[in-house]
């Protein structure tokens, strides 16, 4: 006999209206998510990105526990019109909780270089609460929609994960014409239609029409307030320099800041004011900024190189002292500031490669006059593309690569679920580098130089040292070089230049290092044939690096694709070591883990009051069913294993795509898109299948998440050199199967657990809620610690429990069952299992 809801909730089918409404739901609720990574990176730091992630998850979660209390909700002749109605307040919802959180006073800071403050820890707590209610809003609407039309779960989820998919597109759509307040309004105007979709009819549907009508209008009113006098003010605010340009796009906010007349420098030498125009000389700069926090600058030029030549004078420009007329490639030139000191050097063309089109639109569009058209001159040659994509495709070699401190430190869409993993930098990135050195060539990269732990600048010399010998350098410490200057505009912190040639160091080039060095006032730490200085020297000349890299205090591990996070310094047992306060960027790496870890307490503590108690307490009431343990624990292990899948795929891809637009866009709509399709195919034909088949899915998908852990690595790596177009195809290629095969296992739980007791879904839904949040964060902490292969291994064999989870639940351990005549021979106690 088959299982029957005890709700009734089978008896209603979804019409096509209301699964439009659905989608625009999934849509508007998704595209909010990613707009609030970026806000989130503009107002508190790109480390707070994540943040994002666990709100959405934590709201659907504890939208599950609430109608776990209100069963009364879950009957379909009341479900359905509820949800238009709190549709309705979902979109209006969205800027109201993003007003209040812009009066919240929140500056981070750990106290004692540790921890929060304590009043920063309470606000933070109180961010959460309030930005977690349109995600409430939204977990309440579909989690009535999967009570409420429960055996049609397939095709409800199926509209959760299309119209999941279309939010990704749009997310980055309102961005780029609106803005980060722009944004918000336009996905509360979304959300008003999707009230307006799920309307239903009779008298019930008039009045649901005048109140979704009534909040179209508001949410119109409310943008058209925000266009003649904005009520929504996303920006930094800098005390000394008033704003002049503001552009949002998907990849950051561009803010410039009027021009003060001071050099701008990074590590600038003693002597520079005896070599250039002098003390009173005019060096006018715009400050540029990402998301706040990221300065490049946009120096004020005329065409004379001259009046930027103090620019030869910085710790950055070292390799301009070694080679003449070098043919340069420069990566991340920002505001065009290194493009200017090659030109200063001599160098005949200049190659500028710049990931974020918003920074070239700015210095080209109303900075072109002030930086004396530099991106438009015929000896440059801009071009908008991830560099390490660039450079696996061009066939051209360079005298000269420099990348002179390229972190923005401003979180895009992917790097709000994975921290700030940077393709940059790793072995193969190396590489690639070396490749592209003419036999002259030099790679130079600056990172920051901390006396005494100069870790950033160890892990750059490990990770150099073993691309070189990837490339096929017998003896990488002959082809390094290493410059420091203790002072930069960085307090405490100084600045290290180091070289790495595609030929070895010849005696002439040392002894021309040395002579500038000194001219400089520069430090030469490391060179072939000098005695090395500080930990950076002892570290190049010691014979067992392996042994070094495993006792030093910090991580200065050599970075791989497979584990790209170079800017991730600090192991866990170093977070409360007060001496990384000296270093901005070990500080910075340090407090993006103690945030995370805040953000994760929070979010634990709100499921321990929100969640699990409401539901224990409500569960002990005699009148309500109560999910069993084994089809809980199913639940718990599908949200753990689609977030251990989930964000390492798309920070793998983030690193093959290059620009995080792309990756944010595609990775995300593919897993979403065929997820969605997934769930649809389950529910059209897993009711025909036995279970024997049904089960065969989780190993399926576990062999498949082994191979994308395996197979995809090398293809990925063999493909870089591929045009965007081309990697585009072959990444919706390679995520097609895994997110087909990921669709299916929820909904058919529900399908399941429907049939037998709605009343128990919102229990399923929050726990599937909560261990999702968990999810997140463990994925990134254990693709931080043992990289994206090993994690997605973790959630392979995740897949594999909750598989032995269901069959047990199901009573089919034995694996027996087969296919009688048209029907299903169902397990003794299990029913016809019509999934």
Avoid at 95 to 109: E, M, N
Avoid at 572 to 594: H, K, N, W, Y
Avoid at 770 to 790: E, K
Avoid at 812 to 824: K, M
Wanted: proline residues 6%; negative net charge.
């Amino acid at each position: 006999m088959p299982f029957t809801s005890t709700q009734g909730a089978g008896a209603v089918c979804i019409g096509n209206r209301q699964l439009l409404g659905l989608g625009l739901v999934s849509a508007g609720t998704l595209a909010l998510e990613i707009v609030m990574t970026r806000i989130f990176s503009v107002t508190m730091g790109y480390h707070f990105a994540f943040l994002a992630i666990s709100l959405a998850l934590m709201g659907r979660a504890t939208a599950g526990v609430f109608l776990y209390w209100r069963p009364g909700v879950l009957q379909p002749g009341r479900a359905q019109p509820a949800i238009a109605r709190l549709t309705l307040l979902l979109a209006l919802s969205a800027p109201a909780s993003l007003a209040l959180y812009l009066q919240i006073p929140f500056a981070p800071t750990l106290a004692d270089g540790n921890w929060l403050q304590p009043l920063e820890f309470f606000w933070l707590a109180v961010i959460f609460l309030d930005l977690a209610i349109p995600f409430f809003f939204s977990g309440l609407v579909l989690t009535l929609a999967l009570t409420a039309w429960a055996l049609d779960a397939g095709r409800v989820y199926w509209a959760d994960l299309s119209g999941a998919a279309v939010g990704c597109l749009l997310s980055i759509a309102v961005l780029e014409l609106l803005g980060g307040a722009g944004a918000v309004l336009a996905i509360a105007g979304v959300l008003a239609l999707a009230s307006l979709a799920l309307l239903f009819d009779g008298a019930a549907g008039q009045r649901h029409r005048r109140l979704a009508f009534g909040g179209m209008a508001l949410v119109l009113l409310l943008s058209a307030l925000q266009v003649w006098q904005p009520w929504l003010v996303i920006r930094p605010e800098i005390a000394d320099r008033a704003l002049e340009y503001e552009q949002w796009s998907a990849n950051s906010q561009v803010t410039v800041y009027e021009p003060v007349n001071y050099p701008f420098f990074w590590s600038i030498s003693p002597s520079m004011w005896d070599h250039t125009i002098g003390e009173g000389g005019s060096f006018p700069h715009a400050l540029l900024l990402l998301d706040a926090v990221a300065g490049t600058p946009i120096q004020k030029f005329d065409g004379d190189l001259n009046q930027v030549r103090f620019l030869h004078y910085d710790v950055t420009s070292m390799v301009y002292h070694l080679l003449d007329a070098p043919e340069t490639l420069v990566i991340g030139p920002g505001g065009g500031r290194d493009v200017l000191a090659a030109l200063v050097a001599g160098a005949p063309q200049v190659t500028a490669v710049e990931v974020n089109p918003a920074v070239v639109e700015a210095v080209r569009g109303p900075f072109n006059d002030f930086a004396g058209g530099l991106y438009e001159r015929p000896d440059v040659s801009v071009v908008v593309a991830d560099a390490r994509g660039y450079v696996e495709r061009t066939e051209a070699v360079y005298d000269v690569i420099q990348a002179s401190l390229i972190d923005t430190l401003a979180a895009d869409g992917s790097n709000a679920f994975a921290l700030s993993e940077n393709s940059l930098y790793t072995i193969e990135a190396f590489s690639t580098y070396y490749q592209h050195l003419s036999e002259r060539g030099i790679l130079s990269i600056s990172r920051w130089y901390l006396p005494g732990q100069p870790a950033e600048t160890l892990r750059l010399v490990a990770t150099g040292m073993a691309g070189w010998e990837a490339a096929g350098v017998g003896d990488p410490a002959q082809h390094i070089a290493v410059v420091v200057h203790s002072s930069s505009n960085a307090p405490g912190e100084g600045l290290s230049t180091t070289l790495f040639s595609k030929q070895p160091f010849s005696a002439a080039q040392v002894e021309a290092l040395q002579q500038a060095t000194a001219e400089l006032g520069y430090e030469v730490a490391y060179a072939p044939g000098l005695p090395g200085t500080e930990e950076v020297g002892t570290f190049i000349l010691e014979p067992n690096k392996a042994d070094f890299i495993a006792n030093y205090p910090l991580d200065i591990s050599p970075a791989t694709d497979d584990r790209p996070y170079f800017f991730n310094l600090v192991r866990a047992g170093d977070l409360f070591d007060t001496f990384l306060s000296g270093s901005g960027m070990q500080r910075t790496s340090r407090e993006s883990i103690v945030i995370l870890f805040a953000v994760i307490t929070i979010a634990l503590a709100a499921t321990l009051l929100f969640i699990l108690l409401p539901l224990w307490l409500r569960s002990r009431k005699a009148d309500l069913g109560e999910p069993a343990p084994l089809l809980l624990l199913y639940f718990g292990a599908l949200g753990l294993g689609f977030m251990l899948v989930e964000i390492p795929i798309i920070a793998r891809l983030t690193v093959y795509l290059g620009r995080p637009v792309y990756s944010l866009a595609v990775v995300l709509f593919s897993l979403l898109l065929f997820s969605g399709l997934g769930s649809l195919w389950s529910g059209r034909q897993l009711a025909r299948r036995d279970t024997f088949w049904l089960l065969r899915i989780f190993p399926l998908l576990a062999v498949v998440i082994l191979l994308h852990a395996t197979v995809v690595v090398p293809l990925l790596q063999a493909t870089l050199g591929f045009s965007l177009a081309g990697r585009l195809l072959l990444t919706v290629g390679i995520l097609a199967v895994p997110g087909f095969l990921l669709g299916m296992p929820f909904p058919t739980g529900i399908r399941y657990a429907g049939q037998k007791n709605s009343a128990i879904i919102p229990w399923l839904w929050a726990i599937n809620g909560v261990t999702s949040v968990i999810g997140s964060a463990l994925a990134v902490t254990v693709s931080i610690h043992i990289g994206f292969r090993l994690t997605l291994v973790v959630a392979a064999a995740i897949y594999v429990v909750a598989g032995l989870l269901l069959a047990a639940e199901l009573g089919a351990v034995s694996w027996r069952t087969r296919p009688l005549g048209g029907g299903v021979k169902a397990p003794r106690g299990a029913g016809n299992l019509s999934l």
